[in-house]
């Protein structure tokens, strides 16, 4: 079981910039890819970026050029670094993370609660 826990949330003016954080339970070099998504009220749930364990990195392209994610294999953490903020990144940001399963053709998936970012014109 892993527990993911994100922090840094908040309230930005448009322009401004957040640095998202996201504590796992476990050694991060065990789990697969991490991720973050963002789901805004009435709106599908998105992927926003994704770090793998040999820290290949992919965007959003709404957010490519803006948001930098990383991984911190000693404190295991994974960040959002988000810049360049405007008021259509408002949304509660998950962290989430993959892990094998008991065989090959299984994968678990854990969730974080959310941090709220609020973006303001």
């Known amino acids: 079981q892993v527990q993911l826990v994100e922090s840094g949330g908040g309230l930005v003016q448009a322009g401004g910039s957040l640095r998202l954080s996201c504590a796992a339970s476990?050694?991060?070099?065990?789990?697969?890819?991490m991720a973050w998504y963002r789901q805004a009220p009435g709106k599908q749930r998105e992927l926003v970026a994704v770090?793998?364990?040999?820290?290949?990195?992919n965007y959003a392209d709404s957010v490519k050029g803006r948001f930098t994610i990383s991984r911190d294999n000693v404190r295991n953490t994974v960040a959002l670094q988000m810049n360049s903020l405007n008021p259509d990144d408002t949304a509660v940001y998950y962290c989430n993370a993959r892990e094998d399963g008991d065989t090959f053709l299984d994968e678990n998936e854990y969730w974080g609660q959310g941090t709220q970012v609020t973006v303001s014109s």
């Open positions: 476990v050694d991060i070099r065990t789990l697969n890819d």
């Open positions: 770090i793998t364990s040999v820290y290949t990195t």
